[in-house]
């Protein structure tokens, strides 16, 4: 009975959290939804109790993606400069699990299969021992992902905080979609000026 209380308590934690993180990003404007979208990925990571956080889009070919947002606990590397222009090829299977709108869960970097010797290689140089990217879908279309990094321990995540997870994913994929309405057509407007 405890457990359950405790597992109903989390549970709605995390709800609680979602709806604030919507509330945030609804509420601010082009120049402040960088620093909204850092925030609520720093309140999830703390709250999920994992090392690192991110943001990825994909292209428009879907060929390479890019860190865009990212957030790291106390003590943890920053890899957002460096994981740019990546090519999809190489992480076939969580890449392409998550282009197919799919969970990529990985407990173990370290039991990652040969074919996967890339991606592994990169998951170990930047110290990550487990992870899940979780699609981010605008208008039917998965257009990148919500990536969580374990480093100092291995783990896996329960169905429950995985559909947590991906309702959070799709609220930040639509405050990154407003963000790129909202430039393209500030963009727009010079032009027309």
């Not at 990529?104 to 039991?111: G, M």
């Amino acid at each position: 009975r405890k457990e359950t209380e405790e597992a109903l308590r989390h549970r709605h934690a995390f709800e609680q959290l979602i709806t604030t993180i919507s509330t945030r990003l609804v509420h601010v404007g082009l120049h402040q939804m960088d620093a909204a979208l850092d925030e609520a990925l720093a309140d999830l990571g703390r709250f999920a109790g994992v090392d690192r956080t991110y943001l990825f889009e994909f292209d428009d070919s879907r060929d390479t993606m890019r860190n865009t947002h990212e957030w790291c606990a106390e003590g943890i590397q920053p890899h957002l400069s460096e994981l740019q222009d990546l090519a999809v090829a190489d992480f076939p299977r969580v890449a392409d699990q998550v282009r197919q709108g799919r969970l990529a869960q990985v407990p173990r970097v370290r039991d990652l299969p040969p074919e996967e010797a890339a991606a592994k290689r990169e998951f170990e140089r930047e110290g990550i021992r487990s992870l899940v990217l979780i699609p981010t879908v605008c208008r039917g279309k998965v257009v990148g992902f919500l990536g969580l990094d374990s480093v100092r321990t291995e783990r896996t995540w329960s169905e429950e905080m995985v559909g947590l997870l991906q309702i959070t994913a799709n609220v930040l994929a639509g405050a990154m979609e407003r963000r790129r309405a909202e430039q393209d057509l500030r963009d727009s407007e010079d032009r027309y000026r």
